[in-house]
């Protein structure tokens, strides 16, 4: 047989892909989204129409199209006050090729990059594809970070830290002062870090989002990664940006285009209109995320052995289960019975014992799954007991 080397095993053969390739049995309700459910707002869509039939067909051979990397500068400006240059700007595909490039461009084997435990998986799986070393960092009870531990973390091979705020997958917004207080550490030990900000405007009422660019001071150290997939609903778009410092960016961008190739000329119109045209679709979406997460936490906390936590940002709701199985196995046998949900160990082995469950469905669907997961939460206790 030929031989698959080991990184490709450990990932596409791992948990994650062997769930996502199994064969999904018909009407399974999907609590495992991470795409909004809704339909990318009408103007966006026109706008890709236009650009089309205008004749914007043809490869970009810069970082991206001009009006796009101003209108990111401006958005930048307006929510954080920081001047950048469109020179500073790279459009990827999606924020998953930005977060590819930066972890090859700044690590070498054996380098070690920090990871909030849980987070976002794709951290640590490029990291280990490149050779590099994710070292998890485990959060407070509350899920907020742990500045103490991540500077007990950190050696003379850490180069790089990945923030991802709010968090996939507990749905928690990270306080001001502990972002604060990270920079300075990262500041004091010469590191770069990388925020991830795919969910910066999808947040619970009363919630408010810090941006790393808000603190100027350590904007030579910072690597913004946007993307918008989860704001405008445009996942399937892949659409994303990072913004560097000017000494940094030539060099992810040499190496995501090496990745990559250059990002499709008329879908970056449409991330124009976007971040131009009306944002009344976020307040929109933001109502019924509050809805839906209300609702699901609700069905969730009345569900003996199940300690839900209360939604903050993104569209997950992250709960402890008090069962003795693994995260794995309650995952694998809500799946066969219906219902799809993600394990939270597939987070990081600070997610044991958790589950994250999507409310980026109807109210209808989250009805209809929670009353399986409440069956099969009492099933699993009666069969340990
Ligand atoms: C935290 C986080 N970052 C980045 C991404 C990647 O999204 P995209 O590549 O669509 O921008 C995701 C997708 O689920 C995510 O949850």
Same mark, same amino acid.
Do not use: A, E, L, Y
């Given at each position: 047989m030929r031989h698959i080397a080991k990184f490709v095993m450990d990932t596409a053969g791992g948990e994650r892909a062997k769930f996502m390739t199994a064969k999904t049995p018909a009407g399974l309700i999907r609590l495992d989204s991470g795409s909004p459910s809704f339909a990318t707002p009408p103007h966006i869509v026109d706008s890709v129409k236009q650009a089309i039939d205008a004749g914007h067909t043809g490869y970009i051979l810069e970082k991206g199209v001009m009006p796009l990397l101003e209108a990111i500068c401006e958005s930048i400006a307006a929510d954080t006050g920081a001047t950048v240059s469109p020179s500073q700007v790279l459009i990827t595909n999606g924020s998953s090729s930005g977060i590819y490039a930066v972890m090859t461009c700044f690590l070498d084997p054996g380098d070690e990059v920090i990871v909030f435990d849980p987070s976002y998986s794709l951290y640590p799986h490029v990291a280990r594809q490149i050779g590099a070393v994710p070292v998890p960092v485990r959060h407070k009870a509350d899920y907020q970070l742990d500045i103490d531990a991540v500077r007990a973390a950190i050696t003379p091979r850490t180069r790089l830290v990945m923030l991802n705020n !709010?968090? =996939? !997958?507990? *749905?928690v917004v990270y306080r001001e002062a502990d972002i604060a207080a990270l920079l300075d550490l990262c500041a004091e030990k010469d590191l770069l870090l990388a925020a991830d900000e795919a969910y910066c405007k999808l947040m619970q009422p009363g919630q408010v989002h810090v941006p790393v660019m808000k603190y100027h001071q350590h904007l030579d150290r910072l690597i913004l990664l946007g993307t918008f997939s989860k704001s405008y609903a445009m996942t399937g778009w892949r659409l994303g940006y990072l913004v560097a410092p000017p000494a940094l960016i030539d060099y992810l961008y040499g190496i995501h285009r090496a990745i =990559? *190739? !250059?990002?499709c000329n008329f879908v970056q119109r449409a991330g124009i209109a976007a971040l131009r045209?009306?944002?009344a679709c976020i307040g929109e979406f933001n109502a019924v995320y509050h809805r839906r997460a209300a609702l699901m936490q609700r069905l969730a906390a009345a569900i003996p052995g199940l300690y839900p936590a209360q939604p903050q940002g993104a569209f997950y709701l992250w709960t402890r289960f008090d069962l003795p199985q693994s995260a794995r196995e309650v995952k694998a046998r809500l799946f066969e019975r219906g219902v799809a949900v993600r394990s939270g160990s597939e987070y990081g082995s600070g997610g044991e014992k958790h589950l994250r469950i999507s409310y980026s469905v109807s109210e209808e669907t989250i009805e209809k799954g929670m009353a399986v997961i409440a069956e099969v939460v009492a099933e699993l206790a009666r069969e340990a007991s």
């Open positions: !709010p968090n =996939n !997958p507990t *749905g =990559n *190739g !250059p990002i045209g009306p944002q």
